[in-house]
Every structure is written in C-alpha cells, then in structure tokens.
C-alpha cells in the first residue's frame, strides 16, 4: 500500500556528516507528518525530528547539528546530521503519516537504517 524506504546510513567518524533519505511511494494522496525516530542499543525508539506543514521541532539531543527538511515533490524527507557523536549510533527509522485513497491518514515505517558513529 505505502512504503517508506531509507538510505544514506554508514560508519562515520565523530565530527562527521551524513544524510539520510527516506523516500515514500504507492497509493499516496498526501504525506501530512514526518518524523525521523532513532533506537540506540539497549534503548528505547526516542524521536529525532519532525517536519509538519514547513513547521520542523528537534528533540534537544540533535539541536543545532541535524536538520530535517521534505521535497514534497518527491515525497522524500531528508535528515543532514552533522557533528556526529558516537551517542549518535542508532538504527534510524522514517515515519509518515499518509492519507491514501479510501483510507484515513495512516502511520506507516521505514525498515530503518544503521547510522555508526566511532569515537
């Protein structure tokens, strides 16, 4: 029906930068809600980002090093991470809240990516 599919997770050293994307695709009228969630080892899913209407909030553990933003066209949502931290190393996984034909808007899930920040 909808899938959301992530890409551009890797090894980087602390102080590096990466870009995730996730792009959604299927029966999509509209994507209203993006988020950006992280499960670090031993932890529990926390989330990242949010992008809603132009409007973007961070959790203050990402504030001012990563940056949300959407290419509506496209229906991709992009995370750049920059200034990396190996409390950083997480699996990250995209959520969207999607609106498709004959349905209510409906929370759907990337597979997530691995994202491993040495020291």
């Known amino acids: 029906q909808v899938q959301l599919v992530e890409s551009g997770g890797g090894l980087v050293q602390a102080g590096g930068s990466l870009r995730l994307s996730c792009v959604a695709s299927?029966?999509?009228?509209?994507?209203?809600?993006m988020n950006w969630y992280r499960r670090a080892p031993g932890k529990q899913r926390e989330l990242v980002a949010t992008?809603?209407?132009?409007?973007?909030n961070y959790s203050d553990f990402v504030k001012g090093r990563f940056t949300i933003s959407r290419d509506n066209a496209k229906n991709t949502m992009y995370l750049q991470m920059n200034n990396l931290k190996p409390e950083d190393t997480a699996v990250y996984y995209c959520?969207?809240?999607?609106?498709?034909?004959?349905?209510?808007?409906?929370?759907?899930w990337g597979q997530g990516t691995q994202v491993t920040v040495s020291s």
């Open positions: 959520n969207a809240y999607v609106l498709t034909l004959g349905s209510r808007s409906q929370s759907f």
């Open positions: 299927g029966s999509i009228l509209s994507i209203n809600t």
């Open positions: 992008v809603s209407s132009g409007i973007t």
